[in-house]
């Protein structure tokens, strides 16, 4: 808290005239009174506006002294993320945690042949993956080039996508099957339930 400046004014004897009890028209008494009104304002300074202020900045001071008293003294970091942990991790553990998550995924090929068996609308191939040995658990996403799209136009194929059935792995085109063997890069991951 600010501590206001004293702003009385103390300077009443000399703004007084030679002979104040005839030039001021006061009384013996009025004239003794202006010798204690610069104290009386200055008392009131002290007294009312310094004090309170000088009491609430110790009190402010009290209070902040009790909360840096409070503070840890040490910061505990934990090693790895752990549920439940208040604590901040370090940088070496936050990487460690995110680069296992990126483990589960790879990139590998599917190649598709241009033999489809008819299913009402839907055509299906069994396939593999080329650099990679999918499980029941895993997602299989195409990303195909701009061959295999300008194949899947050319011949009314308007998306091919992989079912996996505990591991096996088959492709759906719809609208009409591709008529080219194609090979088209996908990204294989692990899946946990």
Request: with cysteine; glycine share 8%.
């Amino acid at each position: 808290m600010a501590i206001s400046s004293f702003s009385g004014d103390v300077n009443v004897i000399a703004a007084l005239h030679d002979n104040p009890v005839m030039d001021d028209n006061l009384t013996a008494q009025q004239f003794k009174e202006k010798f204690d009104y610069a104290s009386g304002l200055i008392k009131a300074y002290i007294n009312g506006t310094l004090v309170s202020a000088i009491n609430k900045n110790i009190g402010d001071i009290a209070a902040n002294t009790s909360a840096i008293a409070g503070k840890q003294n040490t910061l505990t970091f934990d090693n790895a993320p752990a549920s439940g942990s208040d604590n901040p991790v370090k940088s070496g553990g936050i990487y460690t945690a995110l680069a296992g998550k990126q483990n589960g995924i790879i990139v590998a090929a599917i190649s598709l042949t241009a033999t489809w068996t008819e299913q009402t609308n839907d055509w299906t191939q069994t396939v593999t993956v080329t650099g990679a040995t999918p499980t029941a658990n895993s997602k299989i996403d195409l990303q195909a080039d701009s061959t295999a799209i300008s194949q899947m136009v050319d011949d009314g194929c308007v998306a091919i996508y992989i079912e996996n059935n505990n591991g096996t792995l088959t492709a759906h085109a719809v609208g009409a099957p591709t008529t080219a063997a194609l090979t088209i890069q996908c990204t294989v991951t692990e899946v946990t339930a």
